[in-house]
């Protein structure tokens, strides 16, 4: 059963250096070493800002902290603000999740497994919504939720994300439910259980590595949504972190410590989520590039 | 799209409530009836259908569709955002876009984006990701590592940036430091250096991204034919130009098209670090924020979604030439000929 699971990342086997792996040439680790410190030296100013004071900070811009101080990170900790913020982006990153995962694999399921005419014609009515972001239909996307009455709720960002968020998702799915073999299907049927007892049974396990990849880019990109929440959210209660984010760095524009700590442990979760999925998520990407 | 698909089965089922009665059908799996197979199954088989894809299909439409769609109806009305627009001024608010310098200025700027992250981020990622696609130790630990200014968000990409570019920040303490005060510049306002300094900062956002997508794209490279050309007495670099190239081509050319269709959205990130107003005088503002300066915080929606459908059409244009000249080969099974 686990070799099915990855049939559609078939690549992904080489990925993984086996026992025997050579050190190669040095310049390759420097170059590389390098890259990698370009890439997180940003996220480490952000991080180890955090520990220090503003005194500390504005005498020595590019510094170490010295002494470590942890007071920024235990009062952004203390506060309701930040704790209220992070239960509405994680409200709405599940939500999203959720809805996504679902209607993404059901819809999936059809356009992958059943035979009917307009099969091909949905097929590409959500692959060019991949051409529609969500930068052009913002205004009246806000309108929308403003005549439905969802304005500053979750729900008001929610529903359009899991919306944006479906054509991705079937690129992504449908490989994977089209890689299923004929015979399990048939197998099933055998054993009596419908199309649809297929799907529940048979259909949601198997598919799983893409489900997470889509569920895992479902949530960080609901995590780290802005635009949107810009629009529908403009009661502070209701702010997700990237909106609360902004709105204490401005409001404590001066104590760069602060926004530094609250900007910091904000990144925690997406980062967290897609460092233990990484290898899924670069799997699926590999079948959607793939075509 | 629901519409056909809803009469499709009224007429099959004669039951318009399709998706509610099924919601119960879902329970039932009957011992397969043995004869009555041919009709039933049929039905059986439209009801799943709908079941299955309505709620998508209806939450799309409505979410992603009917906004964009209204986005056009929008942009021919000057106003206010209450009420049903009644103020029907034809094509002035495209007339008034067009004439805008602002608008030009903004639309000059994507420009200068779109080319400069493909400049700046392909010949770099694919470097990178030949590099890393050697068999090196702690190679899983540093493709985590690249890959995490990808999944912070733009708020945080944006706050923390704006904190080390500033006159006084650490990205001139650090120059003064190793004695390059000559390079220590005031990053984000002089107009002559923010869109530099935006590119930068792009640049370090979405090259991993890049790069991971190359590597994946290297890694389904089967690696006997580099084997072989090395038997045949290839070098490192022919086989590289020869083989591995060609054969990444149609991610290189995906990454392209990703990479512009965001260049020409990009809004996040210069909102961010120039708020509302600074981003026009810093030389930095897109087509993106300049809508939501002049539509939503202006209070004029109808220009704003005039603004929406020019900035879609450009995307669309550019994105139909891009894959009609460039894709083509790499995407005709993609999107079409994929039913089986």
């Known amino acids: 059963m686990t070799a099915l699971l990855e049939t559609p990342t078939a690549g992904k086997q080489t990925l993984r250096p086996t026992r025997k792996v050579a050190w190669g040439s040095p310049m390759t680790y420097v170059i590389a070493f390098l890259f990698v410190g370009i890439c997180i030296g940003p996220v480490l100013y952000i991080i180890l800002g955090g520990f220090r004071t503003n005194a500390q900070i504005t005498a020595d811009p590019s510094g170490l902290p010295g002494p470590w101080v942890v007071d920024n990170y235990l009062e952004v900790l203390a506060s309701p603000i930040f704790w209220r913020q992070v239960g509405n982006s994680a409200v709405a990153g599940v939500l999203t999740t959720l809805g996504v995962v679902a209607l993404g694999l059901m819809v999936s399921f059809v356009l992958a497994r059943y035979d009917f005419k307009l099969n091909g014609a949905m097929y590409s009515l959500f692959a060019a919504g991949l051409m529609f972001p969500m930068t052009v239909a913002i205004t009246p996307l806000y309108i929308l939720i403003r005549d439905l009455g969802l304005m500053n709720t979750i729900g008001g960002i929610v529903l359009p994300q899991i919306a944006f968020a479906l054509p991705t998702t079937i690129i992504i799915l449908v490989p994977f439910l089209r890689a299923i073999p004929k015979e399990i299907e048939e197998a099933a049927a055998i054993d009596g259980s419908g199309r649809l007892g297929f799907f529940f049974r048979m259909v949601v396990p198997l598919s799983l590595p893409g489900v997470i990849t889509v569920g895992i880019l479902a949530f960080v990109a609901s995590w780290n949504s802005y635009m949107l929440p810009l629009f529908i959210l403009n009661d502070e209660m209701s702010y997700t972190l990237p909106l609360g984010v902004q709105a204490f760095s401005s409001q404590y524009s001066v104590d760069t410590a602060r926004v530094l700590a609250f900007t910091s442990l904000s990144m925690i979760p997406a980062l967290i989520f897609f460092s233990l999925f990484e290898r899924r998520i670069v799997g699926g990407l590999t079948g959607a590039v793939k075509g | ?340």
């Open chain 2, 1 to 340: 799209m629901t519409h056909s698909l809803g009469e499709n089965t009224a007429t099959r089922t004669a039951s318009p409530e399709g998706p509610v009665v099924a919601g119960g059908g879902v329970q039932t799996p009957s011992p397969a009836p043995g004869p009555r197979r041919g009709k039933r199954t049929d039905w059986g088989k439209a009801l799943e259908i709908i079941v299955l894809s309505a709620p998508a299909v209806v939450v799309f439409l409505m979410f992603v569709i009917f906004p964009v769609v209204m986005a056009a109806y929008y942009g021919f009305f000057k106003w206010k955002g209450f009420g049903p627009p009644t103020e029907f001024v034809g094509f002035d608010n495209y007339l008034t876009i067009f004439r805008d310098t602002a608008f030009h200025d903004a639309l000059l700027h994507n420009g200068y984006i779109v080319v400069l992250s493909l400049l700046l981020q392909g010949p770099a990622a694919v470097a990178l990701a030949l590099l890393l696609n050697q068999k090196i130790r702690g190679r899983s630990v540093i493709r985590v590592l690249i890959f995490v200014p990808y999944v912070i968000s733009e708020v945080i990409v944006g706050t923390g940036w704006s904190l080390m570019l500033q006159s006084a920040g650490a990205v001139n303490d650090l120059l003064t430091k190793i004695g390059l005060e000559a390079l220590a510049v005031d990053w984000l306002s002089d107009p002559r250096i923010a869109l530099w300094s935006l590119m930068i900062i792009i640049s370090w956002k979405y090259i991993g991204f890049a790069v991971i997508l190359f590597l994946a794209g290297l890694q389904s490279i089967p690696e006997e034919l580099s084997e072989a050309a090395a038997i045949d007495g290839a070098s490192y670099w022919q086989i590289q130009r020869t083989i591995t190239l060609p054969l990444l081509g149609p991610t290189i050319r995906i990454w392209a098209f990703l990479s512009i269709i965001g260049s020409l959205q990009l809004f996040d990130l210069v909102y961010i670090i120039w708020g509302q107003y600074v981003s026009a005088t810093a030389g930095t503002s897109t087509m993106a924020t300049y809508m939501v300066l002049n539509g939503r915080l202006a209070g004029n929606y109808g220009y704003g979604n005039a603004v929406a459908v020019v900035l879609f059409v450009i995307s669309l244009v550019i994105a139909l030439v891009y894959q009609r000249y460039v894709l083509r080969r790499d995407t005709e099974g993609a999107l079409t000929e994929r039913k089986k």
